[in-house]
């Protein structure tokens, strides 16, 4: 029972290990994965190591190929669209119901957010700046007591998450969403629901903007589909 809840614990770990590598690009899309070579450098049994990409593989953040090995998956811009719409779907309605009722230590929490991430904005950290990002947005499920929405969100989120770490690299982003949190942040400090599930929404579309220059970009980062065409 030990060494079946001591591989367990490993296996999460690993899973957590992983799937931060590549939502922060540290593995790029299409990297091979080595089940052998994870094992042996960490010195554990391959077991842990092929739950915790089985795992990856229900998240479509690996592709698991028989006789062929495994790899980070490529962005699919169609389920990137579908984890986004998730998100705003429950964040639109979360922050309305939070801005009703956010009190003052919640907004002092949030300003603190605030100050974290323009520190990174202003050293460049852009893995620190979404991880705040992140923080920030979650005191709204919190405070609306909706974390489980939150939990939908973050482990539906691999793609999306991608995506927005490609977006940062760009000159400006950073400051454009900073900006938009300050006014998030008004908005609920005057208690305006309405303003408030606007500006998400606003904030949370940006990234379509963005999106066909990632792919221009960072061709090899994404599924690339086959073009239909019609027989006239």
Not at 66 to 80: A, F, K, L, N
Not at 99 to 118: D, F, N, P, S
Not at 134 to 156: N, P, Q, T, Y
Request: aromatic share 6%; net charge negative; proline share 3%.
């Amino acid at each position: 029972m030990f060494a079946r809840e001591a591989s367990s614990t490993m296996s999460d770990r690993l899973y957590g290990d992983l799937r931060r590598s590549i939502i922060t690009l540290a593995l790029k899309p299409g990297d091979p994965i080595s089940i052998n070579t994870i094992a042996s450098n960490l010195g554990i049994s391959r077991s842990p190591v092929r739950d915790a990409l089985l795992k990856l593989e229900k998240d479509a953040l690996v592709d698991i190929m028989p006789q062929r090995g495994t790899c980070v998956s490529r962005i699919d811009s169609e389920r990137m669209h579908e984890e986004r719409f998730l998100r705003e779907s429950l964040e639109s309605p979360v922050i309305e119901l939070f801005a009703q009722r956010v009190t003052a230590i919640e907004l002092a929490r949030l300003g603190e957010r605030l100050a974290r991430q323009k520190l990174c904005m202003e050293t460049g950290d852009a893995i620190g700046f979404l991880d705040e990002d992140d923080a920030f947005h979650r005191i709204f499920f919190e405070g609306a007591e909706k974390l489980m929405c939150w939990d939908i969100i973050v482990s539906m989120s691999g793609h999306y998450r991608r995506v927005r770490n490609l977006i940062l690299r760009n000159s400006g982003v950073m400051e454009a969403l900073y900006a938009q949190h300050c006014e998030v942040l008004d908005a609920l400090s005057a208690h305006n629901a309405e303003v408030s599930r606007s500006l998400i929404r606003c904030h949370l579309t940006r990234i379509l903007a963005e999106e066909k220059d990632l792919v221009a970009e960072f061709p090899d980062y994404f599924v690339k589909r086959r073009q239909v065409y019609e027989i006239e």
